[in-house]
């Protein structure tokens, strides 16, 4: 489908993104870290976690104080090959990146390296920090619990994180092997972009509490904060399409996430207390970093990776199909349509800039101003 938005270019986001979190008191440096994290995911054409979250998920939640601005990342406990680490609920994209500089090192002298964050928030797509692994010739995994909105097999209430089980390794080709998604059927920030778009959200990805499907986008966000409905697991409602899978993989990322660092789990990641007012989100995140030197070398990894790769997108296709992808071959591909162009913003991301950029006193012009 042909882009009708406007772009803005990356650096004009950037700056500007940098700029409104200074103003809302996050140092430059972890500024640049976490403007660098949304952008990532727009560059990878993954909307739903980029430039779109950042008033509601980041400023607004610094503003109504259940954010942090300044993160103090404080090493509770530290061997040769981990590190057990506490945001005391700042910025989480910056904790993880602090852990992921400390695990790479860790992991090219030890060749394996695994760490938890816990008291934490939202940390962006959890592919920025595997993909720093793989920057470093390494295979990068991670996961992160959240608030609950995920019902369990059977199940209609909201109880598990979309909770995203991630992958990225090197490979030969001008891509790596990047997974990167929700083990639920779709995940709130998808919601979050629909409901903006005003586009409804597909049939069969929520469930009410007496079992029915829902499709109203702004709905299923309002009647999930009230625990009304609930996100279903990959694969779906009840076992036949292997639903039972999908709920598997999103408690063992909510266990990873908080059982590794002692943490708080499911409905004590609501972001409420019992009177239903906003408190920290005190989530937790894990990481793993592979050195693949220490088994067969890098290059071997590299080229055997590439060869899967290349054969799974060689083999043959569904009659109609025009092509077979491997895991981040499509966000490779939407960078190569983006890096010239810039983002696309709908009208409400218009708006909402504009007002950010008043609301901030800053002298910004965007190009869709005219």
């Known amino acids: 489908m042909e882009e009708t938005r406007p772009y803005v270019q990356w650096d004009l986001m950037e700056s500007f993104m940098v700029d409104v979190f200074k103003v809302y008191g996050v140092p430059e440096e972890d500024a640049r870290i976490c403007t660098d994290v949304l952008l990532e995911s727009d560059r990878r054409g993954i909307e739903s976690h980029g430039c779109n979250r950042f008033k509601p998920i980041y400023l607004d939640r610094i503003k109504n104080g259940t954010l942090l601005p300044v993160t103090n990342c404080e090493i509770v406990k530290e061997t ?113 972009f629909y409901a903006r778009s005003g586009q409804p959200t597909p049939a069969g990805l929520v469930v009410t509490r007496d079992g029915d499907t829902m499709t109203d986008s702004a709905t299923i966000l309002k009647e999930m904060r009230a625990g009304n409905c609930a996100l279903l697991p990959l694969g779906g409602m009840g076992e036949e399409k292997g639903g039972y899978k999908g709920y598997g ?9 908080a059982a590794l660092a002692g943490g708080p789990y499911m409905k004590a990641l609501s972001g409420k207390d019992a009177d239903g007012n906003d408190i920290m989100f005190r989530l937790g995140h894990f990481f793993l970093v592979i050195n693949p030197e220490f088994f067969m070398g890098l290059d071997t990894f590299r080229t055997t990776a590439g060869n899967i790769c290349r054969e799974l997108r060689a083999s043959a296709k569904v009659p109609g199909a025009e092509r077979i992808y491997t895991a981040g071959e499509k966000e490779w591909l939407a960078w190569q349509e983006r890096k010239d162009k810039g983002i696309p913003l709908g009208e409400s991301l218009q708006r909402e800039f504009i007002a950010l950029r008043d609301e901030c006193g800053l002298s910004y012009r965007f190009p869709f101003e005219g």
């Open 80 to 192: 040769p090959t981990t590190v057990v680490m506490n945001a005391n609920h700042g910025m989480g994209m910056v904790a993880s990146y602090r852990m992921m500089e400390r695990l790479i090192e860790k992991a090219g002298v030890y060749g394996m390296a695994g760490g938890t964050v816990f008291n934490s928030t939202h940390y962006g797509i959890a592919g920025y920090w595997t993909g720093m692994a793989e920057k470093a010739g390494m295979i990068g995994v991670s996961g992160t619990n959240a608030r609950p909105s995920v019902a369990p097999t059977f199940g209609v209430e909201p109880m598990l994180g979309t909770n995203p089980l991630t992958f990225t390794m090197p490979t030969d080709e001008e891509f790596p092997f990047n997974f990167d998604c929700a083990t639920s059927t779709i995940q709130n920030g998808q919601i979050e």
């Open 249 to 257: 993989f999103i408690a063992i990322v909510e266990i990873l996430s």
